[in-house]
Structure formats: structure tokens, C-alpha cells
């Protein structure tokens, strides 16, 4: 059996958490976590009806639970602005934002509602645009913004010559690319944070390896059965071997998002052997986000993508 791992996290009363990707695997854990700490978290869901049971899952595990749900597809870059326009009138500052949500490996080339490659719209760019329209709340609040990266972020390399792998398709190629874009996004983040005073500590966070949809079947993306990884998966970690479960994997984030001791910049995972399960701690930045060059031409990169400027 997988021992039983948890962290320590503050009281977040008074506080408003947003977390994309939600409405199930890791996501919902996260929020679970910071509910169970008596924050109000924010769900920006793109299927309402996961939405709804994914907050009644919560709401019956944690009695009194404050879930605001919100429809969001980061798919969209429409649906990013209506998300952020409705959070900006309301006024109300988020001390925590987590960049959780995420699209992994669909077996052939798949195009967002603004012609990107999907998992370049959905890991990268959707996130990049709503922390780009978010920042004046997240500024008021001196915010945590963590960024869910993932182990291939340390594998591979952007693809900065067909970063829309229109070229060629490789699914792992591209969602590797996409992570470490998101990474880099981070990192230059924080220095832009840093050098410009505005208070927000941008940090990063991976869940190391458990068994979560994003390798499950999923008709949706073309994927109409469990990859064998997935199974692999799942048959370690019920029996607690090497990788995580969908709880423990969400406690890098949470630890990322809570512990103000931890400086913006810093990457926090897993502790077990190669980071792929165990309880959360910071850890190396890994290599291929550690360059500055690299992190502001993927800020450049996004900008372009986007067509718009991002906050300088």
C-alpha cells in the first residue's frame, strides 16, 4: 500500500486560491488541500458538469468548503479574457493562482480554437495570456503564482524552430516543449517580478509520476483506450512502488503555493527516487529552465504567439 504523505499548510481563511485543472486528478487534490485550510478556491472548469461533481466531491469531504466555480477553457484565448474580465470586475484580489491544467500527448495534431497546436495552447499560452490579464489582482494580493511544470520538462528540448510542430508531430516532443516553455515563462516571471517590485513570487512546482487522466483514455483527444504507461502506472503506485498517488502528487504544488519561505524562482517535487513520488521539497532547477537567454526568449516567443505584450 502507498504510505500516507501530507505537509503542514497554514491557515489560508481569508484567502482566494484560483486553480486550473480542477475538476479532477491532481487538480482537484489541490483544491481539496487548500479548501481543507479554509481558503476559497476558485475552479475555472471547462465542462461544467465535471465542475459541479468535482465541488460536491469537496464540499463532501471537507464540510463548509468555499468552491466558486467559473468556466474557463484554455484552449480559448476568448474564453481566457471573458474568465479574467469577470475576475477584474469583481475586484477582488487572488493570493494564489496555480497553473495546473494541462494536455498530454493526443496522438495526432490537434489545433486550439486560435490555431495552435493544443498542447502549446493549452499547457503554455493559455496560461501565459491569464496570468498576463490577472496580474493587477495578483499584484494587490502579492500573489504566489506557481507553475506546474512536469518531468519532461527535464527531458527533450523546446522546439524552437517548429514550435507549433507543424513540421513534423511528435506528441511527446511537443507537450516536453510545451512544459519547458511553461517553465521558462515562470522563471522570467519572477525576474520581471523581482526587477519591476511587483510582489509576486513566481514559483514552480511538478507532481513527479502517479496515475492521473492525462495518459487515460480520452476518445475527446483521440485516445480511445489507457495507454500502457497508464496502467503501468496505476499497478505501482497502488502498491506504493517508486511513483505517487494523485494525492501525494498534489503536494508539490500546495507546498509551492503556501510555504512563503520558499523564494519565488525555486522548484519544488517530489524527494523520492528520481522525484517520482515521495513527499514535496525543493529541488535543482532543472537544467534546460535555468537559462535567462533561454527564459526571456520564450517570454519574447509568447508575446509573438499572442500577439499582444506581455507586462514588461
Known sequence: MPKTIDIAV????????????ASDGIGVHIAERLARASAEVVLPVRSPAKGEAAAAAI????????????????ASLDSVAAFADAALDDGRPIDMLINNAGVMTPPTRQESADGHELQLAVNHLGHVA???????????ARARVVTQVSVAADERAVLWD?????????PMDAYSSSKI????FAVELERRSQAGGWGVASVLSHPGISPTNLLSAQPGLGRPRDTASVRVIRWL???????????TAALPAVLAATDRSIAGGTLVGPSGPRHLGGAPAPQALYSRLAGADDAARAWELSERLLGARLPV
Open 130 to 140: 491569464l496570468v498576463s490579464r490577472l496580474l493587477p489582482l495578483l499584484r494587490e
Open 59 to 74: 464540499r463532501e469531504r471537507v464540510p463548509g468548503a468555499r468552491i466558486d466555480l467559473r468556466e474557463l477553457d484554455l
Open 10 to 21: 497554514p491557515d489560508l481563511a481569508g484567502r482566494r486560491a484560483v486553480v486550473t485543472g
Open 181 to 184: 516553455l511553461l517553465g521558462l
Open 162 to 170: 517548429d514550435v507549433q510542430s507543424e513540421g513534423r508531430y511528435r
Open 237 to 247: 503506485s497502488r502498491r506504493g512502488i517508486l511513483v505517487g498517488t494523485p494525492e
